[in-house]
């Protein structure tokens, strides 16, 4: 069975820097796209950054020059750096993978549940 699993959320000052991590573990035979999403108190989940498996990489424009995704493919792990965090950058982050397992034929989209940065002021 695969799974999701992300750690490396917590409390934090404005100013202050997070990494967090995205561990893929399971019958993974291929691990395609990788992203973050993160959902705030009252708001709709949201994109924050993507990478491809040859290490493109994408972002939302509230955290351009902030955030840094990175992934190591051989670990199957995805990380999120984060720097000059913003209250604004409070909610749960989440991690989101389409991934081949061992026993399919196609590529599945899944989710981890989520860790909680909190960005105080």
């Known amino acids: 069975q695969v799974q999701l699993v992300e750690s490396g959320g917590g409390l934090v000052q404005a100013g202050g820097s997070l990494r967090l991590s995205c561990a893929a573990s399971g019958s993974i035979f291929s691990v395609n796209a990788m992203e973050w999403h993160r959902q705030a108190p009252g708001k709709q989940r949201e994109l924050v950054a993507s990478?491809?498996?040859?290490?493109?990489?994408k972002y939302t424009d509230s955290v351009k020059g902030r955030f840094t995704i990175s992934r190591d493919n051989a670990k199957n792990m995805m990380d999120l750096q984060m720097n000059s965090l913003k209250p604004e950058d409070t909610a749960v982050y989440y991690c989101n993978a389409d991934i081949l397992s061992l026993t399919a034929t196609t590529f599945v989209n899944y989710w981890g549940k989520g860790t909680l940065v909190t960005v105080s002021s």
């Open positions: 990478i491809t498996s040859g290490g493109s990489t």
